[in-house]
């Protein structure tokens, strides 16, 4: 947990497929850069299979992460920062930006589960099994 002005804070880092539905879900300390976070992310996925693009707000526009994930043969797909001076994303891949508002529904969903939104456990661990429990729940209900 991260200290901020309000109190302690946490993170919740979560991949979701094509169709909105969780592939991965992680937490961190509220400090914490998200462009950091992503390689766990990934790397404690739910299934064996790699997503083969990574859509990420303006936030993501790093050229470090956008290599890292290269070498795991993923696409980065986000939107240029307006500081950014190196433009590597073109028109065609960021039609796929708009499909983002899936992953925003996922977080909505999540946070309806009253023992993630609230952060009731002090033990980090704990908290991750409840994040979990609500991405299980949410899978069985698309079944």
Not at 22 to 44: F, Y
Not at 49 to 66: M, N, T, V
Not at 89 to 107: C, I, N, S
Request: with cysteine; hydrophobic share 40%; aromatic share 8%.
């Amino acid at each position: 947990m991260g200290k901020t002005r309000r109190g302690l804070a946490t993170k919740i880092m979560a991949i979701a497929d094509r169709s909105g539905l969780p592939i991965s879900a992680t937490i961190a300390s509220g400090q914490r850069n998200e462009v950091r976070l992503v390689d766990a992310a990934v790397q404690e996925r739910f299934t064996t299979d790699k997503p083969q693009r990574l859509i990420g707000d303006r936030a993501y526009d790093s050229a470090i992460l956008e290599k890292e994930l290269a070498q795991q043969d993923i696409q980065l797909i986000a939107p240029n920062r307006s500081n950014h001076r190196a433009r590597w994303q073109d028109g065609r891949a960021l039609r796929r930006y708009t499909r983002r508002w899936k992953v925003e529904r996922l977080f909505a969903w999540l946070l309806r589960f009253r023992r993630v939104s609230e952060r009731f456990e002090h033990k980090a661990e704990n908290f991750l099994g409840f994040v979990h429990l609500g991405c299980l729940v949410i899978l069985l209900r698309h079944l």
